[in-house]
C-alpha cells in the first residue's frame, strides 16, 4: 500500500515537471524575447537543460527506490537459503 502511494506521487511529480519544463521554456522564450532571439532562445536552452537534470534526479529516485526493493527482496531470499544449508 506504502509502496503505491509513493508511485503515485512520484507519477504525478514527474507529469508536473515535464508540464513545467514545456511551459516554462515558453514563458521564459517570450519573457527574455524583447532581449533578442538568440538570447531568448540561449536562455531558453538553459532553462530546459536544467529543468532536465531535475527531471532525471527525480527518475533516478524512483529508480533507486525500485532497486532497493528488489536487493531486499534477494537478501530475503539469499537469507532463506543460507539457513536451510547450515542446518
Known amino acids: 500500500m506504502q509502496k503505491e502511494k509513493f508511485d503515485r506521487i512520484v507519477s504525478f511529480l514527474l507529469g508536473a515537471s515535464w508540464a513545467i ?6 514563458i521564459t522564450f517570450q519573457l527574455f524575447l524583447f532581449l533578442g532571439y538568440s538570447l531568448a532562445l540561449f536562455i ?20 533507486n527506490r ?14 532463506k537459503i543460507y539457513s536451510k544449508h547450515t542446518k
Not at 519544463?21 to 515558453?26: D, E, K, N, P
Not at 525500485?66 to 537469507?79: H, M, P, R, S, W
Open 66 to 79: 525500485e532497486k532497493f526493493y528488489e536487493i531486499k527482496k534477494q537478501t530475503e531470499l539469499l537469507e
Open 21 to 26: 519544463v514545456l511551459f516554462g521554456a515558453l
Open 44 to 63: 531558453t536552452i538553459t532553462f530546459v537543460v536544467v529543468s532536465l537534470f531535475l527531471v532525471l534526479a527525480l527518475d533516478a529516485f524512483s529508480i
